[in-house]
Nanobody, 122 residues
Framework: QVQLVESGGGLVQPGGSLRLSCAVS????????MGWYRQRPGKTRELVAT????????NYADFVGGRFTMSRDNAKNTWHLQMNSLKSEDTAVYYC???????????????WGQGTQVTVSA
């Protein structure tokens, strides 16, 4: 069974850094797109960063403002979100997301990680 397993997150002071990771658990044939979303308290889920295709650079939401960097390790089917200069308004549950091809056909499915809490507070 294919799953996305997140790690990282936690409590950090304003201006600090955190690194989130997401790994595909299970056998797949390919990853069409991967990304990070977040849901702040009382808000709807919003896109943070995404990579579409095999070699495209990441696209970031405007609020990232150069503070976050998304990277991927194709050999390990993992991707990361390095978050620097964190602000209190970055407090949210962060979810990784991917559109995967679990089998040899072109059929794809969207998967979500379990979510990890990021709290930015003094």
């Amino acid at each position: 069974q294919v799953q996305l397993v997140e790690s990282g997150g936690g409590l950090v002071q304003p201006g600090g850094s955190l690194r989130l990771s997401c790994a595909v658990s299970g056998s797949i044939f390919g990853i069409n797109a991967m990304g990070w979303y977040r849901q702040r308290p009382g808000k709807t889920r919003e896109l943070v960063a995404t990579i579409v295709g095999g070699s495209s650079p990441p696209n970031y939401a405007d609020f990232v403002g150069g503070r976050f960097t998304m990277s991927r390790d194709n050999a390990k089917n993992t991707w990361h979100l390095q978050m620097n200069s964190l602000k209190s308004e970055d407090t949210a549950v962060y979810y990784c997301n991917a559109i995967l091809r679990p089998g040899p056909s072109t059929t794809t499915f969207r998967y979500w990680g379990q979510g990890t809490q990021v709290t930015v507070s003094a």
